[in-house]
């Protein structure tokens, strides 16, 4: 199994990044797909998730209207528009995909996102 996220890296307040996450190696189809974020010295919280089938979306409120969840299930990718980011946005983003046969979790490695002027 893999998971690997791209689209990391350095953006000014009030810009714009896409994170992708690809899966590889497991039942992507029916799969619970997250993002999550860990900032120094914090804990890793939840960002924004999306539950197949019907595309239902969960965000954290400090992301909400801001940020998107979406899918791909020909692509067994998840991706994370962030628009207006903010340097509290900082942190290293992980992708994870809960497989629902088996209910196993499968994180990504990270990628970094600053937000800094």
């Known amino acids: 199994v893999q998971v690997v996220e791209s689209?990391?890296?350095l953006v000014q307040p009030g810009g714009s990044l896409r994170l992708s996450c690809a899966a590889s190696g497991l039942a992507f189809?029916?799969?619970?797909?997250?993002?999550?974020?860990?900032?120094?010295?914090?804990?890793?919280e939840l960002v924004a998730?999306?539950?197949?089938?019907?595309?239902?979306?969960?965000?954290?409120d400090s992301v909400k209207g801001r940020?998107?969840?979406?899918?791909?299930?020909?692509?067994?990718?998840?991706?994370?528009q962030?628009?207006?980011?903010?340097?509290?946005?900082?942190?290293?983003?992980?992708?994870l995909i809960v497989e629902k046969?088996?209910?196993?979790?499968?994180w990504g490695q990270g990628t970094q996102v600053t937000v800094s002027s």
């Open 7 to 9: 689209g990391g890296g």
């Open 82 to 95: 962030m628009n207006m980011l903010r340097p509290e946005d900082t942190a290293v983003y992980y992708c």
């Open 49 to 60: 998730s999306i539950y197949t089938p019907g595309s239902v979306t969960n965000y954290a």
């Open 101 to 106: 046969s088996t209910m196993r979790n499968y």
């Open 67 to 80: 940020f998107t969840i979406s899918t791909d299930n020909a692509r067994n990718s998840v991706y994370l």
């Open 29 to 44: 189809s029916s799969a619970i797909r997250s993002w999550y974020r860990q900032a120094p010295g914090q804990e890793r």
